[in-house]
């Protein structure tokens, strides 16, 4: 059953180190992704699953004391998804290497010392199809009898000339549907999220989303938005369902 879940944006820019300059710029991002991670600590789950948009190599689940690193962002920073288990060592199949969203999510939890329960992680591709990712979602939530879901993702990448992805018309609408989603707990919203619309608008927490809908089904979850802003032209949205 799910009891509560974390939203959070995945830029590695939010490790200072990365950011460098630019690093105060995020710090109010920083601190209502540390507010939403304490919601999680406070559920008191028996297993943390975070969710996050991973390219072909990144898909998949990633145990319990899997390593990420930040080296290809020009730092040498190295994260681990959770503390390793009884025996001290990561659990089985930690030998790959954490996606950028999940190193983003590791880093977070490290940050705030998470030891509260076992982790585990899976990246999702952004062609998963709606139906798929609800599907896995009520999985996820069938997995224990407490669960908690860290979601990380970015809304859309065309909020401005200077965004990756130029300025898009629809991208700011996108955008506040998903915050007003998201702060509402509105599963049926978050189902009904258009992939192509969220594809051209370069909106990486389509799929993670979706993953939390399936999850968060029937169970009767209340939200608050805890951060919206677009820097860089890209959306960023921090929200906690509970």
């Given at each position: ?21 630019a690093?105060p710029?995020?710090?109010a ?11 999680l ?11 996050g948009?991973?390219e072909?190599s ?8 899997t ?5 290809g ?12 288990g009884?025996?001290?060592?990561p ?6 290497v954490?996606?950028?969203s ?20 899976l ?6 199809a ?15 009898e ?8 970015d ?15 629809r991208?700011?609408?996108f955008?506040a ?8 707990a509105?599963?049926?919203a ?9 594809y ?25 938005l805890?951060?919206e ?14």
């Amino acid at each position: 059953m799910m009891l509560a879940a974390a939203v959070c944006p995945c830029p590695p820019l939010l490790v200072p180190e990365v950011a460098a300059g630019a690093a105060p710029e995020l710090d109010a991002a920083r601190t209502a992704c540390a507010d939403a991670l304490g919601v999680l600590a406070a559920s008191r789950p028996d297993l943390l699953v975070v969710v996050g948009p991973a390219e072909q190599s990144g898909r998949g689940v990633h145990p319990r004391g899997t390593l990420g690193s930040f080296a290809g962002f020009g730092v040498d920073v190295d994260v681990r998804l959770g503390a390793p288990g009884a025996t001290g060592a990561p659990d089985a199949g930690a030998e790959r290497v954490l996606p950028p969203s999940l190193a983003v999510a590791a880093w977070l939890l490290e940050r705030i010392g998470w030891a509260d329960a076992p982790v585990e992680g899976l990246g999702v591709g952004e062609p998963l199809a709606p139906e798929r990712c609800i599907q896995v979602g009520r999985e996820i939530a069938a997995r224990a009898e407490r669960v908690a879901l860290l979601v990380m993702g970015d809304a859309s990448a065309c909020r401005t000339l200077k965004a990756p992805g130029y300025l898009d018309e629809r991208a700011a609408p996108f955008d506040a549907e998903v915050a007003r989603a998201l702060g509402a707990a509105d599963v049926t919203a978050l189902k009904e999220l258009d992939p192509e619309l969220a594809y051209a608008l370069k909106a990486s927490g389509r799929a993670p989303w979706q993953v939390l809908a399936g999850a968060a089904e029937g169970a009767g979850l209340s939200g608050a938005l805890l951060y919206e802003d677009a820097p860089y032209g890209v959306g960023y949205l921090v929200a906690t369902w509970s």
